[in-house]
T-cell receptor, first 113, second 110 residues
Framework: DADVTQTPRNRITKTGKRIMLECSQTKGHDRMYWYRQDPGLGLRLIYYSFDVKDINKGEISDGYSVSRQAQAKFSLSLESAIPNQTALYFC????????????FGPGTRLTVT | AQRVTQPEKLLSVFKGAPVELKCNYSYSGSPELFWYVQYSRQRLQLLLRHISRESIKGFTADLNKGETSFHLKKPFAQEEDSAMYYCALRGGGSQGNLIFGKGTKLSVKP
Protein backbone atom coordinates (compact mmCIF):
# COMPACT_ATOMS: atom_id res chain seq x y z
CA ASP A 1 0.00 0.00 0.00
CA ALA A 2 1.96 3.00 -1.26
CA ASP A 3 -0.88 5.47 -0.78
CA VAL A 4 0.99 7.17 2.07
CA THR A 5 4.73 7.56 1.65
CA GLN A 6 7.37 8.97 3.93
CA THR A 7 10.88 10.15 3.18
CA PRO A 8 13.46 9.45 4.37
CA ARG A 9 12.83 6.02 5.87
CA ASN A 10 15.86 6.22 8.10
CA ARG A 11 17.90 9.21 9.20
CA ILE A 12 20.76 9.75 11.56
CA THR A 13 21.51 13.32 12.46
CA LYS A 14 23.44 15.27 15.05
CA THR A 15 22.23 17.39 17.91
CA GLY A 16 21.38 20.90 16.80
CA LYS A 17 20.79 20.09 13.15
CA ARG A 18 17.58 21.01 11.37
CA ILE A 19 15.83 18.11 9.75
CA MET A 20 12.68 17.69 7.70
CA LEU A 21 10.56 14.60 7.33
CA GLU A 22 8.19 14.48 4.41
CA CYS A 23 4.88 12.79 3.87
CA SER A 24 2.89 12.44 0.67
CA GLN A 25 -0.44 10.79 0.05
CA THR A 26 -2.45 9.80 -2.99
CA LYS A 27 -5.61 8.89 -1.12
CA GLY A 28 -7.19 12.30 -1.61
CA HIS A 29 -7.75 12.67 2.13
CA ASP A 30 -8.09 16.10 3.64
CA ARG A 31 -6.74 15.29 7.08
CA MET A 32 -3.10 14.53 7.79
CA TYR A 33 -1.27 13.76 11.02
CA TRP A 34 2.19 13.34 12.43
CA TYR A 35 2.79 10.93 15.30
CA ARG A 36 5.84 9.71 17.11
CA GLN A 37 6.14 6.22 18.51
CA ASP A 38 8.39 5.44 21.45
CA PRO A 39 8.72 2.06 23.17
CA GLY A 40 6.38 1.92 26.11
CA LEU A 41 4.75 5.22 25.24
CA GLY A 42 2.70 4.24 22.24
CA LEU A 43 1.67 6.75 19.60
CA ARG A 44 1.57 10.40 20.45
CA LEU A 45 0.16 13.10 18.21
CA ILE A 46 2.56 15.89 17.26
CA TYR A 47 0.58 17.97 14.75
CA TYR A 48 -2.47 17.57 12.62
CA SER A 49 -3.96 19.39 9.67
CA PHE A 50 -7.54 19.43 8.43
CA ASP A 51 -6.66 21.16 5.19
CA VAL A 52 -3.94 23.34 3.72
CA LYS A 53 -4.91 26.36 5.81
CA ASP A 54 -5.72 24.56 9.04
CA ILE A 55 -2.83 23.29 11.16
CA ASN A 56 -3.10 22.38 14.80
CA LYS A 57 -0.81 21.37 17.60
CA GLY A 58 -1.13 17.96 19.07
CA GLU A 59 -0.09 16.52 22.39
CA ILE A 60 3.65 16.98 21.98
CA SER A 61 4.34 19.81 19.52
CA ASP A 62 7.24 21.50 21.35
CA GLY A 63 10.41 21.35 19.28
CA TYR A 64 8.54 20.57 16.08
CA SER A 65 6.94 22.54 13.28
CA VAL A 66 4.95 21.49 10.22
CA SER A 67 4.05 22.70 6.79
CA ARG A 68 1.11 21.63 4.65
CA GLN A 69 2.38 22.50 1.21
CA ALA A 70 -0.59 20.98 -0.61
CA GLN A 71 -3.45 18.72 0.23
CA ALA A 72 -1.20 15.77 -0.52
CA LYS A 73 1.93 16.89 1.32
CA PHE A 74 2.60 17.41 5.01
CA SER A 75 6.13 17.96 6.29
CA LEU A 76 7.46 17.76 9.82
CA SER A 77 10.53 19.76 10.83
CA LEU A 78 12.77 19.52 13.82
CA GLU A 79 14.30 22.99 14.08
CA SER A 80 17.18 21.95 16.30
CA ALA A 81 17.24 18.23 16.86
CA ILE A 82 17.95 16.82 20.30
CA PRO A 83 18.63 13.21 21.36
CA ASN A 84 15.24 12.71 23.04
CA GLN A 85 13.63 13.25 19.64
CA THR A 86 15.05 9.91 18.61
CA ALA A 87 11.94 7.92 17.72
CA LEU A 88 9.88 6.35 14.98
CA TYR A 89 7.76 8.97 13.23
CA PHE A 90 4.54 8.16 11.43
CA CYS A 91 2.46 10.18 9.05
CA UNK A 92 -1.21 9.30 8.71
CA UNK A 93 -4.19 10.49 6.70
CA UNK A 94 -7.93 10.25 7.03
CA UNK A 95 -11.03 11.43 5.30
CA UNK A 96 -13.07 13.94 7.26
CA UNK A 97 -16.09 11.67 6.96
CA UNK A 98 -14.22 8.72 8.50
CA UNK A 99 -11.81 10.36 10.88
CA UNK A 100 -11.37 7.19 12.90
CA UNK A 101 -9.97 5.25 9.93
CA UNK A 102 -6.44 6.53 9.62
CA UNK A 103 -4.04 5.29 6.99
CA PHE A 104 -0.45 5.21 8.14
CA GLY A 105 2.79 5.61 6.30
CA PRO A 106 5.67 3.16 6.76
CA GLY A 107 7.41 5.34 9.31
CA THR A 108 10.72 7.21 9.52
CA ARG A 109 13.26 6.02 12.02
CA LEU A 110 15.12 9.08 13.27
CA THR A 111 18.21 8.91 15.42
CA VAL A 112 19.69 12.06 16.92
CA THR A 113 23.22 11.62 18.22
CA ALA B 1 -9.73 13.57 30.98
CA GLN B 2 -9.71 11.43 27.89
CA ARG B 3 -7.40 8.51 28.28
CA VAL B 4 -6.81 4.97 27.03
CA THR B 5 -5.07 2.43 29.21
CA GLN B 6 -3.61 -0.85 28.02
CA PRO B 7 -2.21 -2.44 31.15
CA GLU B 8 -0.13 -5.13 29.49
CA LYS B 9 2.99 -4.26 27.49
CA LEU B 10 3.45 -7.87 26.45
CA LEU B 11 1.09 -10.80 26.28
CA SER B 12 2.39 -14.22 25.43
CA VAL B 13 0.12 -17.19 24.68
CA PHE B 14 0.38 -20.54 22.97
CA LYS B 15 -1.23 -21.28 19.64
CA GLY B 16 -4.81 -22.38 20.11
CA ALA B 17 -5.20 -20.69 23.48
CA PRO B 18 -7.71 -17.91 24.05
CA VAL B 19 -6.40 -14.39 24.05
CA GLU B 20 -7.72 -11.21 25.61
CA LEU B 21 -6.02 -7.86 25.16
CA LYS B 22 -7.25 -5.42 27.75
CA CYS B 23 -8.25 -1.83 27.11
CA ASN B 24 -9.83 0.62 29.52
CA TYR B 25 -10.83 4.15 28.73
CA SER B 26 -11.77 7.39 30.39
CA TYR B 27 -14.25 9.57 28.54
CA SER B 28 -17.14 11.69 29.70
CA GLY B 29 -19.39 11.34 26.68
CA SER B 30 -20.46 8.47 24.49
CA PRO B 31 -17.20 6.80 23.44
CA GLU B 32 -16.12 5.56 20.06
CA LEU B 33 -13.46 2.90 20.38
CA PHE B 34 -11.22 1.12 17.95
CA TRP B 35 -8.45 -1.43 17.76
CA TYR B 36 -5.48 -0.89 15.49
CA VAL B 37 -2.88 -3.54 14.69
CA GLN B 38 0.68 -3.43 13.44
CA TYR B 39 2.07 -6.70 12.10
CA SER B 40 5.81 -7.11 11.68
CA ARG B 41 7.06 -5.12 8.71
CA GLN B 42 3.58 -3.84 7.96
CA ARG B 43 1.84 -0.56 8.56
CA LEU B 44 -0.42 0.26 11.44
CA GLN B 45 -3.97 -0.40 10.32
CA LEU B 46 -7.49 -0.36 11.65
CA LEU B 47 -8.60 -3.78 12.88
CA LEU B 48 -12.10 -3.10 14.13
CA ARG B 49 -14.44 -0.51 15.58
CA HIS B 50 -16.97 -1.06 18.31
CA ILE B 51 -19.90 0.36 16.35
CA SER B 52 -19.61 -2.25 13.62
CA ARG B 53 -19.80 -5.11 16.13
CA GLU B 54 -18.12 -7.37 13.60
CA SER B 55 -15.51 -10.08 13.87
CA ILE B 56 -12.28 -9.44 12.01
CA LYS B 57 -9.72 -12.25 11.69
CA GLY B 58 -11.59 -13.99 14.49
CA PHE B 59 -11.22 -11.03 16.85
CA THR B 60 -14.14 -9.37 18.58
CA ALA B 61 -14.37 -6.50 21.03
CA ASP B 62 -17.34 -5.49 23.10
CA LEU B 63 -17.78 -2.08 24.60
CA ASN B 64 -18.63 -2.32 28.29
CA LYS B 65 -19.66 1.13 29.45
CA GLY B 66 -20.12 0.01 33.03
CA GLU B 67 -16.53 -1.17 33.27
CA THR B 68 -15.29 1.42 30.73
CA SER B 69 -13.57 -1.36 28.86
CA PHE B 70 -13.12 -2.47 25.27
CA HIS B 71 -11.15 -5.71 25.50
CA LEU B 72 -10.09 -7.51 22.32
CA LYS B 73 -10.73 -11.23 22.32
CA LYS B 74 -10.08 -14.26 20.18
CA PRO B 75 -11.00 -17.78 21.23
CA PHE B 76 -8.10 -19.56 19.52
CA ALA B 77 -4.90 -17.61 18.88
CA GLN B 78 -2.85 -18.23 15.75
CA GLU B 79 0.83 -17.52 15.21
CA GLU B 80 -0.03 -14.94 12.58
CA ASP B 81 -1.85 -12.93 15.26
CA SER B 82 1.51 -11.95 16.72
CA ALA B 83 1.63 -8.17 16.42
CA MET B 84 1.40 -4.89 18.26
CA TYR B 85 -2.14 -3.95 19.17
CA TYR B 86 -3.29 -0.44 20.00
CA CYS B 87 -6.61 0.52 21.49
CA ALA B 88 -7.82 3.97 20.42
CA LEU B 89 -10.53 6.34 21.55
CA ARG B 90 -12.00 9.04 19.35
CA GLY B 91 -11.64 12.25 21.27
CA GLY B 92 -14.34 14.84 21.68
CA GLY B 93 -14.78 18.21 20.07
CA SER B 94 -14.76 19.09 16.42
CA GLN B 95 -11.34 17.55 15.96
CA GLY B 96 -12.30 14.04 16.95
CA ASN B 97 -8.70 12.91 16.86
CA LEU B 98 -7.74 9.44 17.96
CA ILE B 99 -6.17 8.94 21.36
CA PHE B 100 -4.03 5.82 21.39
CA GLY B 101 -3.11 3.57 24.26
CA LYS B 102 0.50 2.55 24.75
CA GLY B 103 0.00 -0.72 22.97
CA THR B 104 0.26 -4.41 23.81
CA LYS B 105 2.62 -6.71 22.02
CA LEU B 106 1.00 -10.09 21.45
CA SER B 107 3.28 -13.05 20.96
CA VAL B 108 1.68 -16.34 19.95
CA LYS B 109 4.02 -19.27 20.45
CA PRO B 110 3.81 -22.50 18.44
Amino acid sequence: DADVTQTPRNRITKTGKRIMLECSQTKGHDRMYWYRQDPGLGLRLIYYSFDVKDINKGEISDGYSVSRQAQAKFSLSLESAIPNQTALYFCATSDSGRVYEQYFGPGTRLTVT
Amino acid sequence: AQRVTQPEKLLSVFKGAPVELKCNYSYSGSPELFWYVQYSRQRLQLLLRHISRESIKGFTADLNKGETSFHLKKPFAQEEDSAMYYCALRGGGSQGNLIFGKGTKLSVKP
